[in-house]
């Protein structure tokens, strides 16, 4: 298994077909109602399982779409819009953005850097953000990490303030967030049993409707299909990977994931990270922040942490999951080659 290939995957994790699938097909509990959105660059699919459902993923859908409008970092009434072009001044944001953004910024500090929301005009640079890829000179690169720095965003309760030429995104934990935020909307509109497809993200509201866990497909990063199988209950995997979005030059493959301190694409000899966890968003940030601290480091936080478990599959196809998992973890027939490694405590 190599880098090159990456070529023609494009989601992290896939439902495997078996899932919400009960032996009682009559039973109430098996009805299934699901609502699609494209939102967040990406298909988000909510399933529902259970009777009268219409109204929480009407519920959901809305949800979705509001949390769009306030983190896109293209649409110009969006608040991340008004704080990246706010010139310096003091912009005042929703409670969700304000508490997503006061998450980023713990973040950063519990991944020692690795989590950074100011790269956004060195994604520009690379073209990651219009598809007009590019390899930037090494002095434009050292210009623009001079406007970058989390420790330069001040947030005081709902008020944001970031310097004139500084650029905010939080496309690496959003799509959690959201996940967290629609689990708690079906919730609270009487769901029992859901499942959250966020372009790969998965989150969950309880169990499958016969009681059973969920089953879902770790993605092959070098190819098709999964690599393997987990077994999960109420909570999300996120998977983070350089094969979701890249191009290649001059026989180089560059990806969406950079290492703030070099404003290049993160290069710690991991091929795809997946983080399992009750809470989304954490998973979401930790995915990417994982991607670029390599496989120590990320054992290391794992092992000060109490929050996440996590699968890596490093760039010479080698696969470390922690312990907490081991159980509900099975690669998948034809993947029986690759030795697995646990990591424990
Ligand atoms: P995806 O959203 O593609 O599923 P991620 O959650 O890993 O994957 O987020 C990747 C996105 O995060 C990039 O497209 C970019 O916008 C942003 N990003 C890139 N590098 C970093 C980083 N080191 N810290 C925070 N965000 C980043
Ligand atoms: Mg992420």
């Not at 999960?232 to 350089?242: L, N």
Request: charged share 25%.
């Amino acid at each position: 298994m190599k880098k090159t290939f990456l070529s023609s995957v494009l989601v992290a994790i896939f439902l495997l077909t078996s899932c919400g699938k009960s032996e009682n097909s009559s039973s109430s509990k098996d009805i299934k109602n699901s609502k699609s959105v494209f939102a967040m660059d990406t298909y988000i699919t909510v399933t529902a399982y259970g009777e009268d459902t219409d109204k929480a993923l009407k519920a959901a859908e809305d949800k979705i779409t509001s949390l769009e409008k306030l983190w896109s970092v293209t649409d110009e009434n969006s608040e991340i819009y008004a704080v990246n072009h706010s010139g310096g001044q003091t912009v005042g944001v929703s409670p969700e953005t304000a508490d997503l953004l006061d998450f980023a910024l713990d973040m950063h500090n519990r991944t020692n850097g690795a989590f950074d929301i100011s790269l956004y005009p060195v994604l520009t640079a690379w073209g990651f953000t219009t598809d007009e890829y590019r390899v930037p000179s090494d002095d434009e690169i050292t210009a623009l990490l001079e406007n970058t720095g989390v420790d330069k965003i001040n947030l005081d309760s709902q008020y944001v303030t970031i310097p004139a030429d500084m650029q905010i995104d939080l496309g690496a934990v959003g799509k959690g967030y959201a996940g967290d935020l629609v689990a708690e909307e079906l919730k609270s509109n009487g769901v029992k049993s859901a499942l959250i497809d966020l372009g790969g993200n998965i989150q969950t509201v309880g169990t499958k409707p016969d009681g059973e866990k969920w089953k879902v497909g770790i993605r092959n990063p070098f190819g098709e299909g999964n690599f393997a199988t987990l077994e999960i209950g109420e909570c999300a995997v996120v998977t983070s990977g350089g094969y979701e979005r890249y191009f290649v030059e001059d026989g180089v493959t560059y990806w969406h994931i950079l290492d703030p301190k070099t404003g290049k694409p993160a290069d710690s000899g991991i091929a795809s990270v997946s983080v399992i966890g009750s809470e989304g968003r954490t998973c979401d940030a930790l995915s990417t922040s994982l991607f670029v601290m390599g496989l120590d480091k990320s054992a290391e936080l794992w092992k000060n942490s109490d929050d996440f478990e996590m699968i890596i599959v490093t760039s010479d196809g080698e696969i470390y999951i922690t312990e907490g998992i081991a159980d509900d973890f099975e690669l998948s027939s034809n993947f029986a080659e690759p030795k697995v490694s646990v990591i424990g405590r």
